[in-house]
């Protein structure tokens, strides 16, 4: 059987519901800076949250090309999967490493909804991208885990039930490997005593419900670990691909979005009495970026492919993400460029997309060390850092 990554009726489904939260609705959300409920609930009720859920826990058990469609397609209709998508991923952590009393105390109230697993707490202050070199400790005393430190950049957690936490149990100066001593733990914000953990949201340019968390000795059960004490950081490593390649679907919906906006306004614009689309200074770029889009979507598919055969493709979803965030960012530059003044003007919703944009040359990997990881793992060449 021919291998697809098209799924029609799931893409028709998604548009559809998508039509229903137009770019008024997402400018509202920006002007107030506050959070899609509305629209995150819809796509909850629809199972779309719940795709990659075995069906015996209340999910969709659909692959990770069925996924992959289904945030592509918010994208390209212009909506925003930021405020959602970490859940489509993180959740893979505890089918993946969790024992079977916490999949079921878990996975089924993230599939119905009843519970959001939106938050995911590793990047901190000083360490940013160097996981390893974290200081947020959890200590065991009796059956509680104690947890201190600070995390950055985990987003919804305003909004989120359950909290995908890292954090170092045994010093680093006390293991043989830095990489080992660090565990995960999920944890329940609605059951943690208030005055051991602060969220402080932080103002972006992008309205991405972002936040800062301060732990004081908050206490988690040690039914709250994840798998074995010490390997958490391979734990969160196993889900990096997946990561990769729904994050880069998004980028492709976006990219989608950016050169369908161009084209359309290219051909009806008129100055100097012709459509400004008659000139190639202006159809050179919008075909430069379909090509580049349509390259990296083709990378996206062969990850995807290699993913559901149960392969393990690093190489392959690193440089998706890489080429489908470029192959955006192009896009978005391309079409505020085409619009000219307008395109800076919020009714036209382009500011906005360009903006939300802008995150994926960063998050949630930079391009500049997925580089160093094509250059170290790829091409074997000495590690840069």
């Given at each position: 059987?021919?291998?697809?990554v098209n799924?029609?009726?799931?893409?028709?489904?998604?548009?559809?519901?998508?039509?229903?939260?137009p770019?008024?609705?997402?400018?509202?959300?920006?002007?107030?800076?506050?959070?899609p409920?509305?629209?995150?609930?819809?796509?909850?009720?629809?199972?779309?949250?719940s795709?990659?859920?075995?069906?015996?826990?209340?999910?969709?058990?659909?692959?990770?090309?069925?996924?992959?469609a289904i945030?592509?397609?918010?994208?390209?209709?212009?909506c925003n999967?930021?405020a959602?998508?970490?859940?489509?991923?993180?959740?893979?952590?505890?089918?993946?490493h969790?024992?079977?009393?916490?999949?079921?105390a878990?996975?089924p109230?993230?599939?119905?909804?009843?519970?959001?697993?939106?938050?995911?707490?590793?990047?901190?202050?000083?360490s940013g991208?160097?996981?390893?070199?974290?200081?947020?400790?959890?200590?065991?005393?009796?059956?509680?885990?104690?947890?201190c430190?600070?995390?950055?950049?985990?987003?919804r957690?305003?909004?989120?039930?359950?909290?995908?936490?890292?954090?170092?149990?045994?010093?680093?100066?006390k293991?043989?490997k830095?990489?080992?001593?660090l565990?995960?733990?999920?944890?329940?914000?609605?059951?943690?005593p208030?005055?051991?953990?602060?969220?402080?949201?932080i103002?972006?340019?992008?309205?991405?419900?972002t936040?800062?968390?301060?732990?004081?000795?908050?206490?988690v059960?040690?039914?709250n670990?994840?798998?074995?004490?010490?390997?958490?950081?391979?734990?969160?490593l196993?889900?990096?691909?997946a990561?990769?390649?729904?994050?880069?679907?998004?980028?492709?919906?976006?990219a989608?979005?950016?050169?369908?906006?161009?084209?359309?306004?290219?051909?009806?614009?008129?100055?100097?009495?012709?459509?400004i689309?008659?000139?190639?200074?202006?159809?050179?770029?919008?075909?430069?970026?379909?090509?580049q889009?349509?390259?990296a979507?083709?990378?996206?598919?062969?990850?995807?492919r290699?993913?559901?055969?149960?392969?393990?493709?690093?190489?392959?979803?690193?440089?998706?993400?890489?080429?489908?965030?470029?192959?955006?960012?192009?896009?978005?530059e391309?079409?505020?460029?085409?619009?000219?003044?307008?395109?800076f003007?919020?009714?036209?919703?382009?500011?906005?997309?360009?903006?939300?944009?802008?995150?994926?040359q960063?998050?949630?990997?930079?391009t500049?060390?997925?580089?160093?990881?094509?250059?170290?793992?790829?091409l074997?060449?000495?590690?840069?850092?």
């Amino acid at each position: 059987m021919k291998y697809s990554v098209n799924h029609p009726e799931i893409r028709e489904a998604v548009s559809k519901l998508c039509s229903n939260f137009p770019g008024k609705y997402w400018q509202s959300c920006d002007q107030d800076k506050s959070y899609p409920h509305e629209f995150v609930e819809a796509l909850t009720s629809a199972g779309y949250l719940s795709a990659l859920i075995p069906e015996e826990y209340g999910g969709q058990n659909l692959s990770l090309s069925e996924a992959a469609a289904i945030l592509e397609e918010i994208h390209k209709s212009g909506c925003n999967a930021a405020a959602c998508h970490a859940q489509m991923y993180t959740m893979g952590t505890i089918l993946r490493h969790g024992s079977e009393k916490q999949k079921q105390a878990y996975l089924p109230s993230i599939a119905n909804g009843s519970s959001r697993l939106q938050a995911f707490g590793v990047t901190e202050p000083s360490s940013g991208t160097d996981t390893t070199s974290l200081k947020c400790s959890a200590k065991l005393k009796g059956n509680h885990y104690y947890i201190c430190g600070q995390k950055i950049w985990t987003s919804r957690a305003e909004y989120s039930d359950l909290l995908l936490l890292l954090a170092r149990t045994t010093p680093i100066s006390k293991v043989n490997k830095k990489t080992d001593g660090l565990s995960v733990f999920i944890v329940d914000l609605r059951e943690v005593p208030k005055n051991t953990i602060s969220i402080k949201p932080i103002k972006t340019m992008m309205n991405h419900s972002t936040t800062e968390l301060f732990f004081d000795n908050m206490p988690v059960h040690q039914n709250n670990l994840i798998g074995e004490e010490g390997k958490g950081f391979k734990y969160i490593l196993s889900g990096m691909n997946a990561e990769r390649i729904l994050i880069s679907a998004e980028c492709i919906g976006d990219a989608k979005w950016f050169i369908n906006k161009a084209r359309s306004y290219a051909s009806e614009r008129e100055v100097f009495q012709r459509k400004i689309g008659q000139n190639q200074g202006i159809q050179f770029p919008i075909s430069r970026c379909y090509s580049q889009m349509r390259a990296a979507e083709l990378m996206m598919h062969e990850a995807i492919r290699l993913f559901d055969l149960g392969e393990n493709p690093g190489e392959e979803a690193n440089i998706s993400k890489l080429l489908c965030a470029d192959a955006q960012w192009q896009a978005a530059e391309t079409c505020i460029q085409t619009y000219g003044g307008f395109g800076f003007a919020e009714e036209y919703d382009i500011e906005r997309k360009f903006r939300e944009a802008r995150l994926y040359q960063v998050a949630p990997i930079s391009t500049n060390l997925i580089l160093s990881y094509i250059a170290e793992h790829v091409l074997d060449m000495p590690r840069s850092y």
